[in-house]
């Protein structure tokens, strides 16, 4: 085996070292940003909403009180224009009980998701559009155990 031929041998055998060190220092950096001061790196205005929603549910279950508002303001400047869009949780002449609304705020950082069916219902289609931006009012309402969202003002 001459020296080019055994330097290529190694290159090779450290490949799988050499993967596995680049995939822990990505793996690190991932845990750091999101973490730090980057915490809603990966997050939309959608997903922002939800958590939004999820945290004032909390706030309101843990009350007495049978009303909440919510007060939203999008990942994007603050005079940037926007809309909110929330679907009914059941469409009438559902056959199933599963809840199916998808929430959607658009903007520079627009998203979409359902995963605020897991705490609040929606009875009927909510859409508000702010020309200037601004913060978005979110009317949460306590019936017994369903929380649900009345209105967006």
Same mark, same amino acid.
């Given at each position: ?6 330097r !290529?041998? *190694? ?12 995939a822990?220092i990505?793996?690190?950096? %991932?845990? #750091? %940003?999101? /973490?730090? +001061?980057?915490g809603n790196?990966?997050e939309?205005?959608?997903?922002? #909403?939800a958590?939004? #929603?999820?945290?004032g549910t909390?706030?309101? !279950?843990?009350?007495s009180a049978?009303?909440?508002? @919510?007060?939203?303001?999008? %990942? ?8 909110v869009?929330?679907t009914? /949780?059941?469409?009438?002449g559902q056959?199933s009980n599963?809840? +199916?609304s ?5 903007? !520079?950082?627009? +998203?979409g998701?359902?995963y605020h069916? $897991?705490?609040?219902f @929606?009875?009927q $289609?909510l859409?508000? *559009? ?9 009317? #949460? $309402?306590?019936? +017994?155990? $369903?929380?649900s969202v009345?209105?967006?003002r």
């Open positions: 085996m001459n020296r080019r031929t055994h !290529r041998t *190694k290159i090779v055998a450290n490949a799988p070292a050499q993967r596995c060190q680049i822990s990505a793996a690190a950096a %991932l845990v #750091l %940003l999101s /973490s730090s +001061g980057c790196a990966f939309d205005n959608g997903t922002h #909403l958590y939004a #929603l999820e945290k909390q706030q309101l !279950r843990a009350s049978s009303e909440l508002v @919510v007060h939203y303001e999008s %990942l994007d400047e603050l005079k940037e224009p926007y809309y869009e929330i009914p /949780s059941i469409i009438e056959a599963i809840w +199916g998808y929430l959607v705020v658009s903007g !520079r950082t627009s +998203g998701t359902s069916n $897991r705490f609040v @929606v009875p $289609r859409y508000l *559009k702010k020309d200037l931006g601004g913060s978005t009012e979110l009317v #949460l $309402r306590k019936d +017994g155990e $369903r929380i009345v209105e967006l």
